[in-house]
T-cell receptor, first 116, second 117 residues
Framework: AQKITQTQPGMFVQEKEAVTLDCTYD???????LFWYKQPSSGEMIFLIY??????QNATEGRYSLNFQKARKSANLVISASQLGDSAMYFC?????????????FGSGTRLSIRP | NAGVTQTPKFQVLKTGQSMTLQCAQD?????MSWYRQDPGMGLRLIHY???????DQGEVPNGYNVSRSTTEDFPLRLLSAAPSQTSVYFC????????????????FGPGTRLTVL
C-alpha cells in the first residue's frame, strides 16, 4: 500500500544554513512521482519540486533540491542557504503513476522554523 | 486562469446539518481531489476523481459524498455534519499522470474553514 512518512515534526535552523527535511515512502508500484509542498502560516499550498521514479538525476528548483535515493525509498528535500521566509510547514507527497487511477497522498509534515 | 476556486471560505454548521463545499477549476485537469487538514496535521485524502463520472474513496471518506458531472466541478457534500468534521478542506486538481508532456503536480484551492458546533 502507498505510504509516506515524515519523521521530523519540527526543526529549528539558523538563517543561511542548509537544511534537510526527511521523507520516506513505500509503494509496490514501479512508476511513481514524489512532490514537496510548502504551507506558510497563511495556509496556501505551494508546490516546490517534483521527482519521477525513473528520473536519472535528482531534481533541482532554485534553492530546493531533492535527494532521491530509490533503493532506500527516500526523497529528502534540501534547502540551501535558508531564509526567514522559509519558515513554514513542509509536506512530502506521492503519486503512483502506473495506473491513471492514481491518488496522491501526503505525509504528516515538518514544521521548519528559521532563526535569525 | 482563475486556477482552483473554492466556496465558501468559511462556514459554521450545527451538528446534523448538511452542506456542499464547491470546487471548480479552469485548467482542464482530469484529476481532482478533496483533502481535510486538521490543526497541526497533514492532509488526508477524502475522495478523488480521475475524470467526469468517475470517483473513488481516499483515506477518510466516511461522512462525505462526491460527484463529478463535469470536468470543471467537483463538489463535496457533508451528509450530516459532526464536530469531528471541523477542519480546513482543500480541493486540488492536476493533469492525469498518463498525460504526456505536462507536469502532474496538484494545484490547490485556498481552502474552506469549516466549524461544526
Amino acid at each position: 500500500a502507498q505510504k509516506i512518512t515524515q519523521t521530523q515534526p519540527g526543526m529549528f535552523v539558523q538563517e543561511k544554513e542548509a537544511v534537510t527535511l526527511d521523507c520516506t515512502y513505500d509503494t509496490s508500484d514501479p512508476s511513481y512521482g514524489l512532490f514537496w509542498y510548502k504551507q506558510p502560516s497563511s495556509g496556501e499550498m505551494i508546490f516546490l519540486i517534483y521527482q519521477g521514479s525513473y528520473d536519472q538525476q535528482n531534481a533541482t528548483e532554485g534553492r530546493y533540491s531533492l535527494n532521491f535515493q530509490k533503493a532506500r525509498k527516500s526523497a529528502n528535500l534540501v534547502i540551501s542557504a535558508s531564509q526567514l521566509g522559509d519558515s513554514a510547514m513542509y509536506f512530502c507527497a506521492m503519486r503512483e503513476t502506473y495506473s491513471s487511477a492514481s491518488k496522491i497522498i501526503f505525509g504528516s509534515g515538518t514544521r521548519l522554523s528559521i532563526r535569525p | 486562469n482563475a486556477g482552483v476556486t473554492q466556496t465558501p471560505k468559511f462556514q459554521v454548521l450545527k451538528t446534523g446539518q448538511s452542506m456542499t463545499l464547491q470546487c471548480a477549476q479552469d485548467m482542464n485537469h482530469e484529476y481532482m481531489s478533496w483533502y481535510r487538514q486538521d490543526p497541526g496535521m497533514g492532509l488526508r485524502l477524502i475522495h478523488y476523481s480521475v475524470g467526469a463520472g468517475i470517483t473513488d474513496q481516499g483515506e477518510v471518506p466516511n461522512g462525505y459524498n462526491v460527484s463529478r458531472s463535469t470536468t470543471e466541478d467537483f463538489p463535496l457534500r457533508l451528509l450530516s455534519a459532526a464536530p469531528s468534521q471541523t477542519s480546513v478542506y482543500f480541493c486540488a486538481s492536476s493533469y492525469s499522470p498518463s498525460t504526456s508532456g505536462v507536469r502532474n503536480e496538484q494545484f490547490f484551492g485556498p481552502g474552506t474553514r469549516l466549524t461544526v458546533l
